[in-house]
């Protein structure tokens, strides 16, 4: 029995298939149409994972979308009437939408599939569900984890009403504990300073992540004394005099920008030490409402396991404190743990909870398939693309393959590598990857200005052997999808200099921190990605081979894409983004392709604007 999962509308939309309860496919739509962040109806996005499974729409048992317009239009409505005349701005700008398109969702969602398909009318379509937006995120959480049982934490800015809810998992069922409701919002907390320090809301929040570490948390008291009544247990309200999200089309009000000292930063201007200070003080803030809560609910469960999703669950260095400081045994959080993965959610509730069908879990692999769930092409597809493109290229086997991008690698190489079926979720994981040397001192800033053409305050993450991490890491665990920060290793630190020490914020990250200084915060953090054999061979055997020559099992690995690009997904995607950039080899499964066998006339620099600091 195939089950479509679907989640769309609103950011990042995404389809799957679930096909007897195992996940066959699934992907955004951002990836095929090219615009970031693309919430609109994922019409490629479904093609694909039906094309994946081999089968029709005729032979879908159920259409699951993944959160109910009805509530959320509720809570739209509620919230205008709590406010008014507030907010009639910001109303009369999100009710035409609403009423023309997603009240009519039912519809929209069948005429928009019916679109991409011939020889199938309206009433043969199969029966279109809808879960609530937080099932279907603890359904992403704990159904493919690899747990019987487990407490379970969904933390987002919001869906319909809750915007953090706690549930316990056990075989096909979640019951759902409790709920707080918006507007009193983590996610949205966040997003506030997100939006406050300059930084997009919605995809800034990673940056503001990586900026605390320059930042002192002088701004904890105020937030707590003024912001954030937050409770023993975690629970917490919002001073919503603050905000300005229910009624404004702004996150924060004017008494926020007092509180802090003036008006949200010009995302043109530079950066202050305020914005690092202000960046740490929400982190921090944020960890310790995420270890509450975890307690919390490890109190009233007694789980020894914890699922996380939410797009406050990307909140990596929050899961690394949860994993070294929180009750639990073990940690398995949802690689598109922000609406993406809601489609996920959406079509394994329905297998598990909707049609009671027993649940399998496996105690040692969880069900993600590593996120490697996307579209893959063969060297023979890949062949006759770069024939077309006329680019020269070389076909190597396995192990010439391996041995020779080791090789460039340890010779400061900068390398795109394009390798089986593309990730779902926000982060590359070696299969659309831009991977280079982690022990070379220069690759930080090679790898920012001439090859993302950005000036930048986070450092790359690090791909390491599985079996490697805690040679490098404190931390011992898996963590395939990127989700865990870790300090580096003592005995790897290098201590800084006087003179560094007097150094200012961001010129902090040219100071090398460790022997892998690539991969290094100025905090000595990491973010970590475990490689494993299983899931991603080729990526592996890359990582040994580059262990055999160098003694080294840890790269550098950022996302296929330029600045404001969504992660590449077909090989003429990867052959655009290399011809681009400086990038020296482009690998595209066994075909290698060398930037100086390319003709000049294909090098593309138009789209180049200046340098901005991300
Ligand atoms: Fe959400």
């Known amino acids: 029995m195939a089950i479509l999962g679907i989640s769309a509308y609103y950011h990042d939309s995404a389809a799957c298939v679930v096909r007897d309860g195992v996940l066959i496919a699934a992907a955004q739509e951002e990836r095929f149409t090219r615009k970031k962040h693309d919430a609109g109806f994922p019409s490629n996005a479904v093609q694909y994972c039906l094309r994946e499974a081999g089968i029709t729409l005729s032979d879908l048992r159920y259409i699951a979308f993944y959160d109910k317009p009805l509530l959320k239009f509720e809570r739209l409505i509620e919230t205008y009437l709590g406010f008014a005349p507030r907010g009639i701005h910001s109303f009369l700008t999100a009710m035409p939408v609403w009423l023309k398109e997603k009240l009519l969702l039912k519809e929209l969602i069948q005429k928009e599939i019916l679109a991409g398909t011939q020889g199938i009318s309206k009433r043969e379509l199969p029966p279109l569900l809808f879960t609530e937006h937080h099932q279907s995120h603890a359904a992403s959480a704990f159904f493919p984890s690899p747990f019987r049982s487990a407490a379970v934490l969904c933390l987002d800015g919001v869906g319909e009403w809750a915007t953090t809810s706690a549930w316990l998992g056990q075989e096909n069922s979640l019951e759902p504990l409790w709920e707080i409701r918006f507007p009193h919002s983590l996610g949205l907390l966040y997003s506030a300073f997100t939006y406050y320090t300059g930084f997009k809301v919605n995809s800034g929040e990673y940056k503001v992540m990586g900026l605390a570490p320059y930042g002192k948390p002088r701004f904890v008291q105020s937030i707590y004394d003024n912001l954030l009544d937050l409770k023993p247990d975690g629970t917490f309200r919002m001073n919503m005099e603050y905000f300005d999200y229910c009624a404004g089309l702004r996150m924060t009000s004017g008494r926020f920008d007092a509180l802090f000292g003036g008006p949200p930063r010009d995302p043109e201007s530079k950066l202050t030490q305020r914005d690092m200070d202000l960046a740490r003080s929400v982190q921090e803030v944020t960890e310790e409402v995420m270890l509450r809560l975890a307690r919390t609910v490890h109190q009233e469960t007694g789980a020894k396991d914890l699922c996380l999703a939410g797009g406050v669950a990307l909140n990596c260095v929050g899961n690394g404190r949860l994993l070294r400081e929180g009750p639990y045994d073990r940690l398995w959080i949802q690689p598109a743990a922000g609406d993406a993965g809601g489609a996920v959610g959406a079509a394994l509730s329905t297998w598990f909870e909707f049609q009671n069908q027993p649940r399998t879990a496996c105690e040692t692999t969880d069900a993600m398939r590593g996120a490697y769930l996307g579209p893959s092409y063969s060297n023979d597809d890949i062949e006759g693309i770069l024939r077309g493109l006329d ?8 192990e010439s393959l391996y041995a020779c991008i080791a090789r460039e690698l340890a010779q400061e190489k900068v390398v795109g590598w394009f390798q089986g079926r593309m ?38 993450a690090p791909s390491v052997l599985r079996e490697r991490v805690a040679d490098y890491f404190d931390m011992d665990v898996d963590s395939p999808y990127m989700l865990l920060v870790a300090p580096v290793t003592e005995k790897r630190r290098i201590d800084m200099s006087d003179a560094d020490r007097d150094r200012w914020g961001i010129e902090l990250l040219n100071v090398p921190r460790s022997d892998i200084p690539a991969v290094t915060h100025v905090d000595y953090s990491a973010r970590i990605q475990t490689v494993h054999e299983a899931t991603n061979p080729r990526y592996y055997r890359l990582l040994s081979a580059f262990e055999k020559l160098t003694g080294c099992g840890v790269i550098v690995n950022t996302s296929f894409n330029v ?26 499964e066994n075909c290698v392709v060398a930037k100086k066998d390319q003709k000049i006339g294909q090098k593309d620099d138009s789209w180049r604007t ?5």
Do not use: H, W
Not at 391 to 398: E, S, V
Not at 429 to 438: T, W
Not at 446 to 459: G, Q, T
């Open 391 to 398: 680019a020269p290229y070389t076909r190597l086997d396995d």
């Open 610 to 614: 200046e340098f901005v600091l991300d």
């Open 423 to 460: 990730e779902f979720g926000p982060r590359a994981l070696g299969a659309r990857s831009i991977i280079g040397d982690a022990r070379s001192p220069r690759m930080q800033s090679v790898m920012n200005l001439k090859i993302k053409y950005r000036e930048s305050f986070r450092p790359f």
């Open 563 to 588: 600045r404001g690009e969504p992660i590449v997904c077909s090989p003429q995607d990867a052959y655009r983004c290399f011809m681009r950039t400086e990038i020296d080899t482009l690998v595209l």
